[in-house]
């Protein structure tokens, strides 16, 4: 009874401990401006970024999440030509539809397309995104494809309601490791045409 009691304090210190590390880490986060913030949303303007992608016939967020992860979890882990490890920044960007979803991770501002080790794996791409106003609308706990949907709903209303013209698809950037439990951070955003 006292090496259980041991045990399971033990463990229970590990996980806060690990969780305060998680919420004292200090991650490179993709840079935007806000343009204009409201109750419901904010508007947000986004410069280039390099990113390393990869697109999956898939139509959920469960299924993308797992495989696209390792996938470009192992380029930034030494899965390239130059066996380097690179940073992991957030947020992670899901594009989850019903004929092709993509998955990308930021690339450190450091690097661009001409100094990023090139992948392993020839399934991953990278590019430079263009500048892009966008809309976002938070949420936090753990994300899941009705989650997704609710959200992206309600920004689409809110929109609508603003008399703001958007276009593409709604878009899921998720913030936090999956062992993260507490403090989790995700959004959706969508291109709006601004002024």
Known sequence: MKITFIILAAFTALIII???YFAMAKTETQAYRIIKTE?????????????ASISMNVKTYKELSSFGFRKLASFIFGGNQSNKSIAMTSPV????NQSK???????????????????NDSSITIKTTAE?????VQFGGYANDEKIKDYAAKLERTLKANGIDYFGN?????????????????EII????WK
Request: glycine share 4%.
């Open 132 to 136: 892009e106003y966008a809309a976002a």
């Open 170 to 186: 709604f878009r899921f950037l998720g913030y936090n490791a999956p062992y993260q439990f507490w403090g989790r951070k995700n």
């Open 101 to 119: 979803s993509s998955m990308s991770f930021v690339m450190p501002a450091n690097y661009n397309k001409d100094n990023l080790p090139k992948p």
């Open 39 to 51: 109750k419901d949303y904010e508007i947000r303007l986004y410069p280039p970024a390099t990113m």
């Open 18 to 20: 690990s969780q305060i």
């Open 93 to 96: 960007h899901m594009d989850i």
């Open 190 to 193: 969508v291109s709006v045409r």
